[in-house]
């Protein structure tokens, strides 16, 4: 079983930057996607971005070109560097991985940009 905890999060101006990271108890590379999902109040939770255990990546088309997804196995850590960031960009962010038998979920950490 593995554990997710986020951190990172906080209030930002517009146009500046923030990095998200999820360290796992266990080893990430059990863990065949892991990604990257945000929930604003009186939405629904939605993904922006993720990465298969080959490295392979995935955006949502609002943050395609400003945020970027990585993992670092040695140290059973996921990043998400988010650049250029816009007020819409507040919510929630939650860590996500899956492996063959189930879904994992962090805690979330609150991202504030403000304008």
């Known amino acids: 079983q593995v554990q997710l905890v986020e951190s990172g999060g906080g209030l930002v101006q517009a146009g500046g930057s923030l990095r998200l990271s999820c360290a796992a108890s266990?080893?990430?590379?059990?863990?065949?996607?892991m990604g990257w999902y945000r929930q604003a109040p009186g939405k629904q939770r939605e993904l922006v971005a993720a990465i298969t255990s080959g490295d392979r990546t995935a955006y949502a088309d609002a943050v395609k070109g400003r945020f970027t997804v990585s993992r670092d196995s040695a140290k059973n850590t996921l990043y998400l560097q988010m650049n250029n960031l816009k007020p819409e960009d507040t919510s929630v962010y939650y860590c996500?991985?899956?492996?063959?038998?189930?879904?994992?979920w962090g805690q979330g950490t609150q991202v504030t940009v403000s304008s």
């Open positions: 266990g080893s990430i590379s059990s863990l065949t996607v």
């Open positions: 996500q991985g899956e492996d063959t038998f189930r879904t994992y």
